[in-house]
Every structure is written in structure tokens, then in C-alpha cells.
């Protein structure tokens, strides 16, 4: 069973940072986009920023120029470098790894809170 290990989330104030981690497996890292989604009660879950194995990058509108996505390939490791944040980035950060015919993987969430 493939397994996604999050942690970083946390409270914090307006204009503060947080770094989000997502750890994976050597063989399901190295084939994998893996990105960050967010979701809030009652919404869909939607793609916050996704890097590609050729470390190819793309983002959301709402957080380009604060968040900054990079992956670590001697840790299987994908981070979310948050900084600039605001109310509305408060939300469940999901980590994903799209596989390709391999799968589709997410994690268990990770809460992060931004009071205003």
C-alpha cells in the first residue's frame, strides 16, 4: 500500500510561513507529479501547485509569488514552502502522487489555519 506522510500544518498568524513535507516512497516519488491540493468544508478539493518529475512547476493563481512547491530526491520528499499567508489560504493541504498507470495517491491531510 502506497503511503503519503504529511506534516508542517499548522496555526498561524496573516503574513506568516509555513513549510509543508510529503514523504513517498523511492520508486512512487521518482515517477510521480506529486502536488498539494486544499480543500474547506463543503468545496472540492483543488490543485494548490504540482511539480513534475523533470521539476516542471505549475500553481494556482491565488498563491503564485507565496507559495513556491520543490521536491527533494534523496529524501522522497515533496515540499510547500508557504509564506505571505492569508485568511483564505486556511484550508486541509493534501499531498498527491499522480502515477500514471501506477496509481493516483493522496495523504491524510494536514489542517493549516491562518488567522486574520
Known amino acids: 500500500q502506497v503511503q503519503l506522510v504529511e506534516s508542517g500544518g499548522g496555526l498561524v498568524q496573516a503574513g506568516g510561513s509555513l513549510k509543508l513535507s510529503c514523504s513517498a516512497s523511492?520508486?512512487?516519488?521518482?515517477?510521480?507529479?506529486m502536488g498539494w491540493y486544499r480543500q474547506t468544508p463543503g468545496k472540492q478539493r483543488d490543485l494548490v501547485a504540482r511539480?513534475?518529475?523533470?521539476?516542471?512547476?505549475n500553481y494556482a493563481d491565488s498563491v503564485k509569488g507565496r507559495f513556491t512547491i520543490s521536491r527533494d530526491y534523496a529524501n522522497n520528499t515533496v515540499y510547500l514552502q508557504m509564506n505571505n499567508l492569508k485568511p483564505e489560504d486556511t484550508a486541509v493541504y493534501y499531498c498527491?502522487?499522480?502515477?500514471?498507470?501506477?496509481?493516483?495517491?493522496w495523504g491524510q491531510g494536514t489542517q493549516v489555519t491562518v488567522s486574520s
Open positions: 498527491n502522487a499522480a502515477a500514471g498507470r501506477t496509481g493516483d495517491f
Open positions: 523511492k520508486f512512487i516519488f521518482r515517477i510521480s507529479t
Open positions: 511539480i513534475t518529475s523533470g521539476d516542471s512547476t
